[in-house]
């Protein structure tokens, strides 16, 4: 009876459910949240199909890859990155609507790339779930009714107007920055302006392409929701049912946030529990380095070779005059390279991170890299270049772990000096280690609350008690502009009637005096 009873137990427990995650983003950062995702619910037993354009070598036995590698070639930004292009400013990669389209063509072409639609075509493939990546673009929620499952969004930013009215409303731009704003609150009265003013250019920009997105919605997923006999919902109303949202963010890097109920933050998911080892070379190094590392890296999208010849000369001078150890992640070979430099093509960024010598992180600033940071407590100098790095960087300068060098020219000699600053000064590394305690302080770990709620999903049929309010009323109702415009209506019948009678009074006395 009591084998029986354990048996019935863990089988309760075990569920396994069939999960889709797509992450189509030809992107390093992108697929290392993915792969996080895809890990925890491995781990947690379950069967998991996922949709990237990075396959893995050898999968494990209950994950199927739906390889949509070919969206490498549908992402023509390989000269975006570029640092001399960055400094003349000959590309904005600040402009949302400009993104938008980028994203719009990527989505289009997962949606109509032969494994999707293959995928879509067999009878024999159901989910429990769709846990897919927004980016800019909301047509991947055509995969919940077509499987007929809930949705999950996945967001990889912190919190920001145009995710976070998928599932309730915009936040308050009057002390919210938006998430390519380099500038945080409190804001100043432009400021405040120039926030409201990006929010309608979102706005807008995602109501004029409303058209376009929907049509390649329903080219792309009619097909398959009719032959399964499910009904395809319009856009409009797809892109608003999804039951959570997973959110690569967290408080202790972001900002206290008023978040719907179906909003998770579980920034710092993809980092795994137990390091990888450093290869040894490296490992000898940092081990080595009495005075500490600087660990100095861009990030995966920027190619180092394209720094201008004269300012990696100059930062190479200006790191080979300090006592400390500098790892550079670098994709070229450089020449005469300084004793204390130690260059490297590929870098384990949480384990260099992880290294009690570890004193400082240069970075771009991505959110990857400064959970990262946040996670092992390194303070860190930000370069930031596009998206969300400047608002990530600028808020590693208010809350005090960090100081910010814009890309320009002076890069080497800026550097210098925040160096100096950073290496001298405690209190950065405090307030590090500070933030840090808070970012680990929480009831349980990201990944186990990521595995939590998605099986919280799937068993309460959608977790529609966790469902906004917000997203059953037409804008005008949630503003009270009805009421506004009954209030206006009364004032002007009432300044009409009064003038009606004045004017009447007045021909009365006239006509009485004649
Ligand atoms: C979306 O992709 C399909 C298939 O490649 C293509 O026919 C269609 O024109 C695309 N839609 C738009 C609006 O570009």
Same mark, same amino acid.
Do not use: M
């Given at each position: 009876m009591i084998k029986l009873?354990?048996?019935?137990?863990i089988l309760c427990q075990c569920y396994a459910f069939?999960?889709?995650?797509?992450?189509?983003l030809p992107g390093t950062s992108h697929g290392i949240l993915g792969e996080g995702i895809v890990r925890h619910l491995l781990n947690a037993g379950h069967e998991v199909t996922y949709v990237t354009p990075l396959p893995y070598k050898d999968p494990p036995k209950n994950l199927t890859i739906v390889d949509v590698s070919s969206n490498h070639e549908l992402m023509a930004v390989d000269d975006f990155w570029d640092f001399k292009k960055l400094m003349a400013r000959t590309v904005n990669l600040q402009d949302v609507a400009n993104i938008v389209d980028i994203m719009f063509v990527v989505s289009n072409g997962t949606l109509n790339h032969g494994n999707i639609q293959k995928l879509m075509a067999d009878p024999k493939v159901h989910f429990d779930v769709v846990i897919a990546e927004w980016m800019y673009s909301e047509l991947y929620s055509g995969f919940a009714p077509v499987f007929n499952c809930p949705l999950i969004w996945s967001s990889s930013m912190e919190p920001h107007a145009a995710v976070l009215s998928l599932i309730d409303e915009d936040p308050n731009p009057a002390y919210t920055a938006d998430h390519m704003s380099s500038q945080d609150p409190p804001f100043s009265f432009s400021e405040r302006v120039s926030e409201l003013l990006t929010l309608l250019k979102i706005k807008y920009t995602k109501w004029s392409r409303y058209s376009r997105d929907s049509e390649a919605y329903n080219k792309a997923f009619t097909a398959a929701a009719v032959r399964r006999g499910n009904r395809l919902p319009p856009l409009n109303e797809a892109m608003y049912s999804a039951s959570l949202m997973l959110g690569n963010s967290y408080v202790a890097t972001g900002q206290p946030t008023r978040l719907p109920q179906n909003y998770k933050a579980i920034a710092g998911y993809h980092i795994k529990e137990e390091l990888k080892p450093l290869p040894e070379n490296l490992q000898k190094i940092m081990d080595e380095a009495k005075h500490g590392v600087i660990y100095f890296s861009m990030g995966s999208l920027l190619k180092s070779k394209t720094w201008p010849e004269e300012i990696k000369r100059e930062i190479l001078n200006m790191f080979?005059?300090?006592? *400390?150890? &500098?790892?550079? !992640?670098?994709?070229? /070979?450089l020449p005469n390279l300084p !004793?204390? /430099?130690?260059?490297? *093509?590929?870098?384990p960024q949480p384990s260099i991170l992880a290294h009690p010598n570890c004193i400082l992180f240069i970075t771009h600033g991505g959110l990857l890299s400064t959970t990262e940071t946040m996670h092992y407590g390194v303070p860190i100098i930000g370069i930031p270049i596009f998206a969300d790095q400047?608002?990530? &960087?600028? @808020?590693?300068?208010?809350?005090?772990?960090?100081?910010k060098v814009d890309l320009n020219n002076d890069v080497?000699?800026?550097?210098?000096?925040?160096? *100096?600053e950073i290496l001298g000064n405690p209190s950065y590394r405090q307030r590090v280690k500070e933030l840090s305690f808070i970012y680990h302080h929480r009831p349980v770990s990201p990944g186990k609350e990521l595995v939590h709620w998605v099986e919280h999903v799937i068993q309460t049929n959608g977790a529609k008690h966790l469902r906004s309010?917000?997203?059953?009323?037409?804008?005008? *109702? @949630?503003?009270?502009l009805d009421l506004l415009a009954l209030i206006i209506l009364v004032i002007v019948s009432v300044l009409f009637l009064v003038r009606k009678l004045v004017c009447a009074n007045k021909y009365d006395s006239i006509k009485k005096n004649s």
């Open positions: 009873a354990v048996f019935l137990c069939k999960i889709l995650v797509l992450f189509p080979s005059a300090l006592k *400390q150890t &500098v790892i550079w !992640k670098f994709e070229e /070979v !004793k204390n /430099v130690h260059i490297v *093509q590929w870098a400047f608002i990530n &960087v600028i @808020r590693a300068v208010n809350k005090g772990y960090g100081l080497p000699a800026n550097l210098k000096t925040s160096i *100096q309010k917000a997203l059953d009323l037409p804008f005008y *109702q @949630r503003f009270y």
